[in-house]
């Protein structure tokens, strides 16, 4: 069964300084691999995807994620942090003729 | 706007209430879900829709009863709930395999007082 592991409840990070968020998955087959970001009050909003190609994904906001397919990592990236990142960031994965399956999200802070 | 329209945006009613939510999508998909999303929990997947067939329930109380007239429109009938029940109810449609990933609605919030 495919699952997703997002090992950190909150990540704070000061204004400028570059973000990491981690994602870690399972699945028996390839994956397809998705970042979303939750602002307060809203539904989740798609910020990039992984199908196939290139393991380096960029996408909405200056995020990028790469797929490690030995680590079974997707972990989000962004060189520069900004407040308006400050939000509930998802990992999810499907083999794609299943549902998605969503991590338990990362909150994320950024320091002004 | 996402394409994905929830309404009402925010609900409070008492617990012997009946009320319902809707959710309407008009991108062409033919799976649609509803997520219950409550705080400092994770998300939890209550039904899904595939071409109007309901196709999962997550072991989700009786007090709630979905209902998918068409592809483009689900709704959330709700009638005797408990405070617990108090969340972010969040609508989302896909296609029919997940490649392309989910739309969401900005959800409702609902408060059982």
């Known amino acids: 069964a495919q699952s997703v592991a997002q090992p950190e409840d909150q990540v704070n990070v000061a204004e400028g300084n570059p973000l990491t968020v981690k994602c870690t998955y399972s699945?028996?087959?390839?994956?397809?691999l998705f970042w979303y970001v939750q602002y307060p009050n809203r539904g989740l909003q798609f910020l990039l995807k992984y199908i196939t190609g290139d393991n380096l994904v960029k996408g909405s906001y200056g995020f990028e994620a790469e797929f490690n397919k030995s680590q079974t990592s997707f972990h989000l990236k962004k060189p520069s942090a900004l407040v308006s990142d400050s939000a509930l960031y998802f990992c999810a994965v499907t083999e794609g003729d299943d549902k998605i399956i969503f991590g338990k999200g990362t909150r994320l802070h950024i320091l002004p | 706007e996402t394409g994905v329209t929830q309404t009402p945006r925010h609900l409070v009613m008492g617990m012997t209430n009946k009320k319902s939510l809707k959710c309407e999508q008009h991108?062409?998909?033919?799976?649609m879900y509803w997520y219950k999303q409550s705080a400092k929990k994770p998300l939890e997947l209550m039904f899904v829709y595939n071409f109007k067939e309901q196709t999962e329930n997550n072991s989700v109380p009786s007090r709630f009863s979905p209902e998918c007239p068409n592809s483009s429109h689900l709704f959330l009938h709700l009638h005797t709930l408990q405070p617990e029940d108090s969340a972010l109810y969040l609508c989302a449609s896909s296609q029919s395999d997940s490649l392309y990933g989910y739309t969401f609605g900005s959800g409702t919030r609902l408060t059982v007082v």
């Open positions: 699945v028996s087959g390839n994956p397809y």
């Open positions: 991108l062409g998909h033919n799976a």
